[in-house]
């Protein structure tokens, strides 16, 4: 069973930044597509970023484009999303997601693909 631990949640007021962090347990996770999902109070999970399992392919919905940036370090199984001029609609529950299918051409942004979730981290922007 893989194991996905969140970090870097919290509460700050709006247009300031975090960056959250995604450790796994397993080696295997550099050959794993990875992806930050969201959920706010009342609403439904929904994608936020993905990152192919080498890092060059990056894909966002549309509200983050441009303020929020996913990275990895396979060295350190950890996977990041860097989240700038945060806004209150950003407020929500943020979970971490693996594929868990080694070496994915295809870089998803549908929960349906990722098998492996984080138990989440709380992310509160006030206005």
């Known amino acids: 069973q893989v194991q996905l631990v969140e970090s870097g949640g919290g509460l700050v007021q709006a247009g300031a930044a975090l960056r959250l962090s995604c450790t796994a347990s397993e080696r295997t996770f550099s050959t794993w597509t990875m992806g930050w999902f969201r959920q706010a109070p009342g609403k439904e999970r929904e994608f936020v970023a993905s990152i192919s399992w080498g890092g060059s392919r990056q894909r966002y919905t549309d509200s983050v484009k441009g303020r929020f940036t996913i990275s990895r370090d396979n060295a350190k199984n950890t996977v990041y999303l860097q989240m700038n001029n945060l806004l209150p609609e950003d407020t929500a529950v943020y979970f971490c997601?693996?594929?868990?299918?080694?070496?994915?051409?295809?870089?998803?942004?549908?929960?349906?693909?990722?098998?492996?979730w984080g138990q989440g981290t709380h992310v509160t922007v006030s206005s």
């Open positions: 997601a693996a594929d868990g299918r080694s070496g994915r051409v295809v870089v998803s942004t549908s929960a349906a693909d990722f098998g492996s």
